[in-house]
């Protein structure tokens, strides 16, 4: 589901479950995801990730694409190896369908290796993703962004893919698939085996 008129994303989408607010009755027992397209300002207080609230770093882009997901009934352990597979898919989409160019996936992060000016400084290579992940009332919380536009916030890493309106809508419909698509056959695996 694509969301339309969400101000900001605050981080408040890892702290409690979320899909039933969106979905109701259409909640998907295997796991639900929303994206949309706003600013990312996550302060301190809203962080997840311990080396971040160690750094007191915040999460910030001035515009990105927001995956949020929501998946049931598994560890931590398989959020993180379904949160790499779902960043690697969206990063070699990212590159290979809208920027042309090489990617690299390090951990949760989403390289890309295209030269761009960013606030003035030519770089070669950066980070065009943010993504964290917990564990709340028995379901993984995922989240992922992509930068469209980091801003002066953002760490002197953060790529702008700088993707278009409908490109963006674009890379949203398609990680949403993606999703429903990887879980489903997930889903269907387990099923078919004899214990």
């Known amino acids: 589901m694509i969301l339309e008129n969400i101000e900001k994303y605050d981080g408040t989408y890892l702290h409690k479950r979320f ?5 109701k009755d259409k909640t998907h027992p295997i796991g639900n995801i929303i994206a949309f397209r706003s600013p ?3 302060d301190i207080n809203n962080l997840v990730d311990k080396e971040h609230i160690i750094r007191e770093e915040g999460l910030y882009s001035d515009d ?5 997901m929501e998946i049931p009934n598994i560890s931590l352990f398989a959020g993180v190896c379904f949160q790499r597979i779902f960043n ?15 990617v690299e996936i390090d951990g949760s992060s989403i390289i890309i290796h295209k030269e761009i000016e960013e606030n003035g ?12 992940i917990t564990l709340v009332n028995g379901a993984v919380l995922i989240y992922t962004g992509i930068n469209i536009n980091a801003g002066k916030k953002a760490p002197a890493i953060a790529y702008s893919t700088r993707l278009s309106n409908d490109d963006s809508i674009i890379l ?24």
């Open 172 to 195: 949203m419909r398609k990680g949403i698939e993606y999703f429903y698509g990887v879980l489903h056959e997930i889903f269907v695996e387990t099923t078919k085996k004899i214990v």
């Open 88 to 102: 690697s898919c969206i990063g070699n989409i990212l590159a290979s369908e809208f920027l042309k160019c090489d």
């Open 121 to 132: 400084i030519i770089k070669t290579k950066g980070k065009a993703s943010v993504s964290d």
């Open 40 to 42: 990312i300002s996550v």
């Open 19 to 23: 899909a039933y607010d969106h979905f």
């Open 64 to 68: 990105a694409i927001n995956f949020c």
